[in-house]
Nanobody, 115 residues
């Protein structure tokens, strides 16, 4: 069983930056895609960014040019660099990983963008 633990969330002012990290541990076979979803208050769960093992990325339009996803395959980690944060980026951010077509999820980390 794989476990995912996110870190790096917190309170930041509009225009600021945060870097989220997610570490995978436990029984790991071969992680294909890893990524981040978020859920804002009163809004639907949405994909933020995903990255494959070969570093192909997909980033949702609302964060393009501001957020960058990356990963370290040797360390089984995925990162989300978030710049130029806006109040509408406030949400709980969840990490996920796909290991042999089984999805695993972290418990989430809260990002609050407010002055």
């Amino acid at each position: 069983q794989m476990h995912l633990v996110e870190s790096g969330g917190g309170l930041v002012q509009p225009g600021g930056s945060l870097r989220l990290s997610c570490a995978a541990s436990g029984t790991i076979f071969s992680i294909d895609s890893m990524g981040w979803y978020r859920q804002a208050p009163g809004k639907m769960f949405e994909l933020v960014a995903v990255i494959t093992r070969s570093a192909i990325t997909n980033v949702t339009d609302s964060v393009k040019g501001r957020f960058t996803i990356s990963r370290d395959n040797a360390k089984n980690m995925v990162y989300l660099q978030m710049n130029s944060l806006k109040p509408e980026d406030t949400a709980i951010y969840y990490c996920y990983a796909d290991d042999l077509s089984v999805e695993y999820w972290g418990e989430g980390t809260l990002v609050t963008v407010s002055s």
